[in-house]
């Protein structure tokens, strides 16, 4: 049996404040994390605490099963200068 590490099965759920839900499955974390930025920003607030992220604005939020926030909203890279 050929091993595809590439291929999950990761679910992302999106709610916003006005109680609009969608949720979408992901068999690649490329595309769950596209849809997740998408969403609410590339750089929410992480909750770790209820293990949700937040937009900016703080009108949405999104959800995720198989996979981690972190993987989807990667840390900022600060610019080095020289």
């Not at 099963?65 to 926030?69: D, F, K, Q, V």
């Given at each position: 049996?050929?091993?595809?590490?590439?291929?999950r099965d990761i679910r992302v759920t999106y709610s916003t404040f006005d109680r609009y839900r969608e949720s979408r499955r992901f068999k690649t974390l490329k595309g769950a994390r596209a849809?997740?930025?998408r969403k609410i920003g590339v750089h929410p607030e992480i909750s770790v605490t209820f293990h949700y992220a937040v937009?900016?604005?703080?009108?949405?939020?999104?959800?995720v099963?198989?996979?981690?926030?972190a993987e989807l909203?990667?840390?900022?890279v600060a610019?080095?200068?020289a």
């Open positions: 049996m050929h091993d595809q590490p590439d291929k849809y997740a930025q937009s900016a604005y703080g009108d949405a939020k999104i959800e099963r198989g996979a981690t926030l909203f990667p840390p900022r610019k080095q200068t």
